[in-house]
């Protein structure tokens, strides 16, 4: 289930003045429909932002819900495809009136905060939250992201150049396991007494159980990855050691 979308600028703004428009604003429009998950919310963002468009809206408003499809995995190309296509139909000068305003939500700013929004931008799924949770598990920042929490679980997984998992183990008495798969940026997965094994998008890993392993990103490369988590019973990581920065700077890679 995706994070629930919690609004409150009805009552901030008008709670007061109109209390019953800041309730249908607040708890109808965002705590209903936009919680709705008949359409996941990438493609409400998307769906909003044309209605704007085609309304002519280009204020806050329009802004707000930018931020709101960047926040919701939309890339800086798909946005700039999205306006080019709505505005041979809306009319040109609300394209140029939409780009101005989305250059400066995706806006790429200097040094980290430049290479994480270019990674951002290469790629649909979220980086998310800092893992703060693991982060006793890894060398360096990693930044998770839930995709699905129905069926199996799904996270995007994204490590900062230079940044690994330790040494780890998936256990299950039946079943069990995880794959990875790439979908940004460059990274290694290594199973102990093997050589590593770059990884690319659109590579797959599969992870049986009882392998001893690790993965993260190349020293100059952010690295994002699918890990899915094949079910199991009883199943459970047991978390080893750090890969040291001897093993790291010395990998054999094919």
Known sequence: MSEKIVQTAGRDQLGEFAPEFAHFNDDILFGENWNNEDINLKTRSIITIVALMSS???????IYHLQNAKKNGVTKKEMVAIITHVAFYVGWPKGWAAFSLAKDVWKETANKNDAKA????????????????????????SYLAPISMKQ??????????????????????????????CV?????????????????????????????HWHGAAPDSWFSHLAIEVPGENGFNEWLE????????????K
């Open 56 to 62: 002519g809206i280009t204020d806050s408003s329009l």
């Open 118 to 141: 270019q990674h951002q931008a290469s790629m649909i799924f979220p980086i998310g939250k800092p893992n703060d949770a693991f982060a006793k598990y890894f060398v360096g920042q």
């Open 152 to 181: 199996v679980g799904v996270f995007n997984v994204t490590f900062e150049p230079g940044c690994r998992n330790n040494w780890h183990i998936h256990h299950a008495d039946k079943g069990g396991g995880q794959i990875l798969i």
């Open 184 to 212: 940004a940026g460059r990274g290694y997965y290594q199973e102990w007494g093997k050589d590593a094994i770059e990884m690319n998008p659109g590579d797959c890993i599969n992870i049986p159980v009882g392998v001893k």
């Open 242 to 253: 750090p890969v040291s920065d001897e093993e790291y700077g010395v990998l054999n890679l």
